[in-house]
T-cell receptor, first 113, second 112 residues
Framework: SQQGEEDPQALSIQEGENATMNCSYKTSINNLQWYRQNSGRGLVHLIL?????REKHSGRLRVTLDTSKKSSSLLITASRAADTASYFCATVPLETGGFKTIFGAGTRLFVKA | EAQVTQNPRYLITVTGKKLTVTCSQN?????MSWYRQDPGLGLRQIYY???????DKGDVPEGYKVSRKEKRNFPLILESPSPNQTSLYFC???????????FGDGTRLSIL
């Protein structure tokens, strides 16, 4: 069953603007990860946030996690055309012992130059 | 260079003809996994392996088999492929099961 669900499904912004993507999940998790995928290529890990963390930064990325609402957001600041890609959240449900990974359907981000 | 290598990258075949997609990683990772990606559905986990000789089903295991005889290799076997297995397949590995995963470049399978 799909756990992570991203919102919006697609997002189009101008270069320099911020992009925010949201992810919701259903069960208690060990951690939540965000990945990026350039068209048809393999996914690349961006950032991992543990269940006891609320916010994490990495360069132009900022991730928040609200375990009470079972949701996370990924903010990309000062976006660039090269940020055009699909972004996926992935959860590791506690009930699976930390072995099963569930990906959402992804948000397609298009950054116009 | 740390990498996950999948072969073949592309394959067109016919219903019922057994095929194997190989996956190899050079990072001494314990955890390996197979996913399929279909439009609008994101990635769905087929099988995963926590270590040598230890495998378990993901969300969509029907029609697939795996084995993990060596730490570096995790082949995906389609014993009798059907058209609904036409998809983009990814192999991934990580140090442990809940750690960031390294992905291969994908295998695009078309089953006619």
């Amino acid at each position: 069953s799909q756990q992570g669900e991203e919102d919006p499904q697609a997002l189009s912004i101008q270069e320099g603007e911020n992009a925010t993507m949201n992810c919701s999940y259903k069960t208690s998790i060990n951690n939540l990860q965000w990945y990026r995928q350039n068209s048809g290529r393999g996914l690349v890990h961006l950032i991992l946030i543990r269940s006891n963390e609320r916010e994490k930064h990495s360069g132009r990325l900022r991730v928040t996690l609200d375990t009470s609402k079972k949701s996370s957001s990924l903010l990309i600041t000062a976006s660039r055309a090269a940020d055009t890609a699909s972004y996926f959240c992935a959860t590791v449900p506690l009930e699976t012992g930390g072995f099963k990974t569930i990906f959402g359907a992804g948000t397609r981000l298009f950054v116009k130059a | 260079e740390a990498q996950v290598t999948q072969n073949p990258r592309y394959l067109i075949t016919v219903t019922g003809k057994k095929l194997t997609v190989t996956c190899s990683q050079n990072m001494n990772h314990e955890y390996m996994s197979w996913y399929r990606q279909d439009p609008g559905l994101g990635l769905r986990q087929i099988y995963y392996s926590m270590n040598v000789e230890v495998t378990d089903k993901g969300d969509v295991p029907e029609g697939y088999k795996v084995s993990r005889k060596e730490k570096r290799n995790f082949p995906l076997i389609l014993e009798s492929p059907s058209p609904n297995q036409t998809s983009l397949y990814f192999c991934a590995s990580s140090l442990k099961g809940n750690q960031p995963q390294h992905f291969g470049d994908g295998t695009r399978l078309s089953i006619l």
